[in-house]
């Protein structure tokens, strides 16, 4: 009885601070989202639909979770420069005690989904090919190069970490399609993460990858040597005409 | 066409008047020096490669047409690089070894030798008279057959007249739709704000048209035109994956995440950006395709499968002159 007593005032000691510095931590990103989100994402991130309060609109949060406050404050992508604008990776404005702090309160406001843990190492880069071709490259391009369609910039992926990606996958932000568990589970994220982390340095078996800057280019570098090559060849035939 | 076969017959008359006025039986008698000593390696030579040019570029109007072959492209790479390569060689002999090189020392003479100077014209004309027209012939032969077989890609630019397999469609209905490993998607599979690639079951999936582009959308948003009204199930709409401008597969979807400031739901083709909207029906919003991308009616059975309805609303794949004559058959 008496163990059982300490034992239990062992845990309360350990996790009172700890709920604390939870509770605290929301308290702070409360505030932080008071300063710079309420404008567009209205009171307790309920969404504001436009034409809005003069100064932007924006979709509600509750229920987003952890998963896409993480990824949407930690890839710069919020805050976002003007409204009706695709949101794009860019220095964060935050401190990461502050992003930390705004995604306990994003998560505190719905259950929601939690920020994934990916492990790359686990998944199979083969299978990861085959499904970013199958899913991504469409608009990623197959390297992860990033491209275009009509109204909107698919992003390259060079500097998306693999929770970014894992996190990605699932909001489909901006106008990417959303892919869920059953359409993609958790191990075939992993391979997709480790075909992404392939893709950033891939060997180049083709031998000299000019950038890996595509075919137009490489074709005009080939009709430049080639070019040269055949201007090289008539001066050596006419040389040896003039001489004959 | 009466025009056509004035141009080919005045054409052939020209043709066959220059070469009779060219070999008079007369002049052949008043040959006035002796021939040059022959070089006949030399000119079998030449004639040998203009001919095996004429097979290699023969060789490549066959290679195009038998589309089944391994290695396709690169045969006819080899065999028209060939052909080019052996006209050079053939050209090279000719200039090298068979045309009289002679170089002219003396200025012109002053015009008082007339008939000397005729009777260089007429050695002039002479020498080589006989082999010429062996190599000429040779040369016209490889010449036409690297014409022909340059011609020979025009017909890829489309059938002109069996175009009745274009309309023809392994949809019908009561197909189910199936995924890339043959399973069938039930209508709760498909998701929102995702997209899914269906087959018909049990039909030849590398048919031009069988691959679907499936997409479920808000009830509310979609505004289907009323030719295409009730092809949807419960908000999901199945489309032609091929594009209607140049064939290409729609690798794109539009899924916005919050309406009111990104652009609305879109399939965009990869290769020149032709971007329909699924809401209403699959009509062109931007790019260059011409005409609308076809659209399949579907329905669930009581399990909950999805099934074709019907065949599409639209001939499948890039146009052609008679795109809009028929409507697609079984």
């Known amino acids: ?244 | 066409m009466g025009k056509a076969r004035d141009f080919l017959i005045s054409g052939l008359v020209l043709l066959l008047g220059r070469r009779r006025r060219r070999v008079r039986r007369g002049e052949r008698e008043r040959v006035v020096v002796p021939e040059a000593p022959r070089n006949e390696g030399a000119e079998l030579l030449a004639v040998f490669l203009l001919l095996a040019s004429a097979a290699c570029a023969v060789a490549f109007i066959v290679v195009y047409a038998v589309d089944s072959l391994p290695g396709h492209t690169q045969l006819l790479g080899l065999s028209l690089g060939l052909a080019f390569c052996f006209l050079a060689a053939a050209l090279i002999v000719t200039g090298q070894r068979l045309v009289p090189n002679e170089e002219l020392e003396d200025k012109y003479p002053e015009r008082e030798h007339e008939a000397e100077q005729e009777l260089v014209v007429q050695v002039i004309e002479e020498s080589g008279l006989t082999r010429r027209r062996l190599l000429l012939g040779a040369l016209a032969a490889s010449g036409g057959a690297i014409g022909l077989a340059l011609l020979t890609p025009l017909a890829s630019f489309g059938p002109a007249l069996r175009v009745s397999r274009f309309y023809r469609t392994p949809w019908s209905r009561g197909r189910r739709l199936v995924d890339e490993h043959g399973k069938p998607y039930r209508a709760s599979d498909i998701e929102q704000d995702n997209f899914y690639t269906a087959f018909p079951e049990g039909a030849d999936k590398e048919d031009f048209a069988s691959p679907l582009l499936l997409v479920r959308l808000p009830t509310d948003r979609l505004q289907l035109p009323p030719e295409n009204a009730g092809y949807d199930v419960d908000g999901i709409v199945a489309f032609s994956k091929i594009c209607t401008h140049a064939g290409c597969a729609i690798t794109l979807y539009r899924a916005p995440l919050f309406q009111p400031n990104e652009p609305p739901p879109a399939l965009v083709c990869p290769c020149h950006y032709s971007t329909f909207d699924p809401s209403r029906g699959g009509t062109v919003t931007f790019g260059p395709a011409g005409r609308k991308l076809p659209m399949l009616p579907l329905e669930v059975d009581r399990v909950g499968f999805l099934l074709a309805r019907g065949n599409f609303d639209e001939p499948v794949g890039p146009s052609w002159w008679g795109v809009r004559l028929k409507e697609p058959t079984t």
């Open chain 1, 1 to 244: 009885m008496r163990r059982r007593l300490a034992l239990a005032l062992l845990v309360a000691c350990a996790v009172a601070p700890a709920a604390a510095a939870q509770s605290g931590q929301v308290a702070h990103g409360k505030e932080l989202f008071g300063r710079y989100c309420l404008s567009c994402h209205g009171a307790n991130g309920a969404g504001i639909q436009p034409p809005g309060t003069g100064k932007g609109y924006g979709p509600s949060l509750q229920g987003v979770g952890a998963l896409a406050a993480d990824f949407y404050l930690r890839t710069g992508y919020m805050p976002l420069r003007r409204v009706p604008e695709q949101p794009r990776r860019s220095r964060l404005l935050l401190s990461p005690g502050d992003i930390d702090a705004l995604v306990a309160y994003v998560a505190s406001l719905a259950s929601g989904p939690a920020v994934p843990d990916p492990h790359p190492e686990q998944g199979s880069l083969a299978e990861g090919q085959k499904l970013f071709t199958d899913h991504c490259s469409g608009c990623h391009q197959v390297v992860a190069a990033g491209g275009y369609l009509t109204g909107a910039v698919a992003p390259s992926l060079d500097r998306a970490t693999a929770r970014q990606v894992a996190e990605a996958v699932r909001i489909g932000p901006y106008v990417m399609p959303r892919f869920t568990e059953k359409d993609l589970s958790p191990h075939q994220v992993d391979s997709l993460v480790r075909y992404i982390e392939y893709a950033k340095h891939p060997d180049d078996r083709g031998g000299w990858a000019i950038g890996r800057v595509g075919p137009v280019p490489e074709g005009l570098v080939t009709w430049f040597l080639g070019a040269s090559t055949l201007v090289g060849v008539c001066i050596v035939i006419g040389k040896r005409l003039s001489r004959g």
